[in-house]
């Protein structure tokens, strides 16, 4: 087991919601200690370079919208194994078939306003801690 970082959001079906201490209490909880933190309202430019990979998918522009239509929590997350762990915790993309007790099971609305984003590998975790993030930010 090493300890990893991982990049998460607290989406903004969530935010909107009142749940973002839910949230990361799940997070916390696990073992998972947040190491920095920001709410911010993403910009459509922003979203769409952090979702770039996603950009040919039939739901690109329609996951933009979403994540620009409120405040995010965006975050670092540290522990062991973070980047599975986190994955884990969050649960399957699509709420109804993620596992009981994730965080998806219990408050995603759907498939795409699904609560919480999670980095899905450490490498990529690495680069999405630094779009949103600058060194001096990452506090522990
Ligand atoms: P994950 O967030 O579990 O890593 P993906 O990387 O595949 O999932 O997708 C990124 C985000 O795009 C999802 O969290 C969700 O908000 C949205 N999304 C994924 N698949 C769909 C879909 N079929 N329809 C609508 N939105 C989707
Ligand atoms: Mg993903």
């Given at each position: 087991m090493s300890t990893e970082r991982t990049f998460s959001i607290v989406k903004p079906d969530a935010t909107r919601r009142n749940l973002t201490g839910k949230v990361i209490d799940r997070l916390e909880s696990a073992g998972?200690?947040?190491i920095a933190q920001k709410r911010i309202w993403m910009s459509t430019k922003q979203a769409e370079a952090f979702y770039a990979v996603h950009k040919?998918?039939?739901?690109f522009h329609d996951l933009v919208k979403f994540m620009t239509s409120g405040p995010v929590v965006v975050q670092v997350l540290e522990g062991a194994n973070a980047v599975a762990k986190n994955r884990e915790i969050m649960g399957a993309t699509d709420p109804a078939k993620a596992a009981p007790g994730t965080i998806r099971k219990d408050f995603a609305e759907s498939i795409e306003a699904n609560s919480v984003h999670g980095s899905d590998s450490a490498e990529n975790a690495a680069a999405e801690i630094k779009f949103f993030f600058a060194d001096t930010e990452i506090v522990g």
């Open positions: 998972l200690r947040v040919a998918r039939p739901f």
